[in-house]
């Protein structure tokens, strides 16, 4: 599976955008960008994910570079509730690659009051 | 709907003691997962399950560590013995589709090797 840099962490204002960022210049084309959070004390969960075009939900949006070498996953508006390491993972549906996700550091995100 | 179900959450053990963990995923979901969480780490896939079948357990350490997923629905996790670089998080997941499903994780069990 192709890799992913993250920033080790991050730290916001409550209330306030979030962007975090993501580089995987070696993706292929059959490789979806997924989000994973993990709060304290409790498993991973899904964020969002995206192949190409930009992606909303509830939750949050992913903003992906023209080239794909880069995407951005954006907290619109920041609570506590969302201090969490943020795992941005390239998921390779093809059949070709490892199932599951392969994991890397993360993004550990702090939210002050 | 009840999520992906794990037990004890939180385990202390003297090194060369047995240990395991039960997992009962998301119902109808065919594929489970076991993952090792080090502190400060991401997790790292164990092994996987397609129904009761083991279908990739390359990283788990054989000489000490077994599963089985018995009816293809819930699984157990065992170590034996113990030692005092097992201390970790153990995490089950499950999906309904390997390739490009969701995964849901369960809360995890902490294990502690003295």
């Known amino acids: 599976d192709a890799k992913t840099t993250q920033p080790n962490s991050m730290e916001s204002n409550e209330e306030e955008p979030v962007h975090l960022p993501c580089n995987h210049s070696?993706?292929?084309?059959?490789?979806?960008i997924h989000w994973y959070r993990q709060l304290p004390s409790q498993g991973p969960e899904y964020v969002i994910h995206g192949l190409t075009s930009n992606v909303n939900n509830r939750m949050a949006s992913l903003a992906i570079a023209e080239d794909r070498k880069s995407s951005t996953l954006i907290l619109h508006r920041a609570t506590l509730r969302d201090a969490a390491v943020y795992y941005c993972?390239?998921?390779?549906?093809?059949?070709?690659?490892?199932?599951?996700?392969?994991f890397g550091k993360g993004t550990h995100l702090i939210i002050q009051p | 709907e009840a999520g992906v179900v794990q037990s004890p959450r939180y385990k202390i053990i003297e090194k060369k003691q047995p240990v395991a963990f039960w997992c009962n995923p998301i119902s109808g979901h065919n594929t489970l997962y076991w993952y090792r969480q080090n502190l400060g780490q991401g997790p790292e896939l164990l092994i996987r399950?397609?129904?009761?079948?083991?279908?990739?357990d390359s990283q788990l350490p054989k000489d000490r560590f077994s599963a089985e997923r018995l009816k293809g629905v819930d699984s157990t996790l065992k170590i034996q013995p113990a030692e005092l670089g097992d201390s970790a998080v153990y995490l089950c997941?499950?999906?309904?589709?390997?390739?490009?499903?969701?995964?849901?994780f369960g809360e995890g069990s902490r294990l502690t090797v003295l």
């Open positions: 399950y397609e129904n009761e079948e083991a279908v990739d």
């Open positions: 997941a499950s999906t309904s589709n390997r390739h490009t499903g969701e995964l849901f």
């Open positions: 993972i390239l998921r390779d549906t093809s059949g070709g690659g490892a199932d599951g996700l392969t």
């Open positions: 070696t993706i292929s084309g059959t490789d979806y």
